[in-house]
């Protein structure tokens, strides 16, 4: 078995200050751009019905109280007051909010591109257009004017299974797999600056691809449940579910304050 030399190959410093380090600076901009563009884009938050808002809280307390219960700050009597009443309230649906009645066969279906869903879909089309435009026009670029460019070697050792993702448009086989291409330095910056976002411009941003997973959700349907159109949710199903989780829950029930008083005691070596 044949041990392959150590590639010594002698880049030109030029190709350090006018390709690597503005690669670099151009991905770290026109992430920021993004974010800014992303937060210029975004529609103010519609107002939904009062009916609406009480059913959606009436589940959340009715969760939080179900969370809770492992160590619920809440003395048992309290408690098992609330969780009776609560599940009193959401099996006889007392927080549901009205539904239209259908007659028949004659009930028109929910139009899923009313003005509501129309604006959604446009919103996120608009997200998904800021994260593709910029990442195309600078991939053709890099492909255009620097194809082929060896910019730097990583000081550690890979496996031959990293040559697709490094060298991915030089066509040399027996080119060493530490050494990076122009457009693989592209890719790599693309989905390895989350942190430098992070640092710069805070965890929630929306610089990277990640972050605009919720306009993807909003184009196939699933981010439209609370404009009421055909991908709502069934609240009296949710309900009847959280009946059976508060039930669930009151087994897991302990208080936090059950023997605090023996619990001091003995941190104070006093007990």
Not at 94 to 112: F, I, M, Q, V
Not at 169 to 198: C, E, H, Q, T
Request: charged share 20%; proline share 7%.
């Amino acid at each position: 078995m044949t041990v392959k030399a150590e590639q010594d190959l002698y880049l030109d410093p030029s190709i350090r200050d006018w390709v690597l380090i503005p690669i670099t600076l151009i991905m770290v901009l026109v992430g920021v751009l993004r974010h800014y563009i992303t937060l210029l884009l975004n529609s103010p938050p519609k107002k939904q019905p009062a009916a609406a808002v009480r059913e959606q809280r009436a589940l959340g307390r009715a969760a939080l109280l179900r969370a809770t219960a492992p160590l619920s700050p809440l003395p048992p009597t309290q408690y098992r007051s609330f969780s009776t009443s609560f599940a009193a309230a959401l099996s006889s649906g007392e927080y549901l909010k009205p539904t239209p009645k259908k007659e028949g066969d004659d009930a028109a279906p929910a139009n899923p591109f009313d003005n509501g869903q129309m604006d959604t879909m446009m919103e996120g089309m608009k997200k998904q257009g800021v994260m593709m435009v910029p990442n195309m026009v600078i991939m053709q670029y890099i492909n255009v004017f620097f194809s082929g460019f060896v910019l730097m070697r990583l000081p550690f050792p890979l496996t031959a299974g990293f040559k697709s993702l490094l060298s991915r448009d030089i066509p040399m086989p027996d080119l060493d797999v530490r050494w990076v291409s122009a457009l693989s330095w592209y890719f790599l910056n693309l989905f390895g600056l989350n942190g430098v976002f992070k640092l710069i411009l805070g965890s929630n941003n929306s610089a990277v691809d990640a972050r605009d997973l919720s306009a993807m959700s909003s184009l196939s349907g699933a981010g439209a449940g609370m404009m009421g159109g055909p991908g709502q949710p069934d609240m009296s199903k949710l309900f009847k579910n959280e009946v059976e989780n508060l039930a669930l829950a009151e087994g897991m029930y302990k208080w936090v304050g059950e023997g605090i008083e023996d619990r001091i005691l003995k941190s104070f070596n006093k007990l």
